[in-house]
């Protein structure tokens, strides 16, 4: 039961433009979400989180927006530069462990010149 | 410099064989995590540990085992009794205290042949 869901395994983009990465996620009872990016053979990085209390939030060129009642999230990456091409995954969690992360299958984001 | 440190980054072992990984961090990081990413999957929780000597089960844990003897070190066993053990692990490590952000290790490549 894949609880946090990435419908796209793969987008391109062109450089300069905007990336949107999507998450969807079915537990009411998630509170946290976080993205990752990750480049082959290396661990993830974490990007940027929000809180459900929040629908947004910003660092730099990479924006989160959460929509609770559709429950779903997406990255926002402006403008995309080639060093983004990466996997990004999003990760949830509950405030009755907030250790244990569910993983989406995660993204892979091309940005081409 | 601070970071987390998984060894070796490939690792072949036969059929049959308990095999561990090591991961070490120097970030003074009190929570510490295992996960498992197999192709064309998000991450999965294997083991994780709040604090030194005590550690929980994640979401598959069954064929592994942990230990937690020093804040710096969370060793991952892979026993013979995992039925699919060829994956990429992944160390993870982060404050504790209910803040999920982790940070993670390079990996290790596991071939059971």
Known sequence: DQQVKQ????LSVQEGRISILNCDYTNSMFDYFLWYKKYPAEGPTFLISISSIKDKNEDGRFTVFLNKSAKHLSLHIVPSQPGDSAVYFCAASVPSNTDKLIFGTGT?????P | DGGITQSPKYLFRKEGQNVTLSCEQNLNH?????YRQDPGQGLRLIYYSQIVNDFQKGYIAEGYSVSREKKESFPLTVTSAQKNPTAFYLCASSIG???PEAFFGQGTRLTVV
């Open chain 2, 30 to 34: 009190d929570a510490m995590y295992w």
């Open chain 1, 7 to 10: 419908n796209s395994p793969s």
């Open chain 2, 97 to 99: 205290g209910g803040i």
């Open chain 1, 108 to 112: 892979r984001l091309q940005v081409f």
